[in-house]
């Protein structure tokens, strides 16, 4: 339980993935992660195949359910796709539901100070201070 892990992009499915495999791992964070290899560009060709379909993050959401999970995205990246990594919440969040997890654990960071595909220190931040287990502030108040 006191094994976290983090990763960026790819990392950051890798990262997902080992926690959804490894009961050990007490905390993920990822950083604009590949939530469906579909989506990337250089998958195109293989989009449809089921052998990629099957490695959507969505399909784990149920060993991921009460576990401490950190999601930080841009509120547009269009390189691993802002929808798709929504989708893997809203399945996580129905996962939870099902097994019944009284207090989610899951903190969503949809940033619109992220450009593209990178996603600005201050969430890396904020979810290197989830992996130590403080308190991650909230967004920020849009100014007046």
Not at 53 to 82: E, M, P, Q, W
Request: include cysteine.
């Amino acid at each position: 339980g006191r094994i976290v892990v983090a990763g960026v992009s790819r990392g950051g499915y890798c990262a997902l993935r080992l926690a959804a495999e490894d009961m050990r791992v007490g905390a993920v964070a990822a950083f604009a992660p590949v939530t469906d290899w579909g989506m990337l560009a250089e998958f195109a060709v293989q989009r449809k195949s089921p052998a990629v379909a099957a490695l959507k993050l969505s399909r784990f959401a149920d060993r991921l359910a009460g576990r401490r999970v950190y999601l930080a995205i841009g509120n547009l990246d269009l390189r691993v796709g802002t929808d798709s990594c929504t989708h893997f919440v809203l399945a996580l969040n129905q996962a939870e539901r099902v097994r019944g997890v009284a207090r989610s654990r899951l903190r969503y960071v949809i940033a619109d100070d992220s450009v593209n595909h990178r996603v600005a220190d201050k969430w890396r931040e904020a979810g290197m201070m989830f992996l130590l287990g403080e308190t991650v502030p909230a967004a920020p108040s849009p100014a007046p």
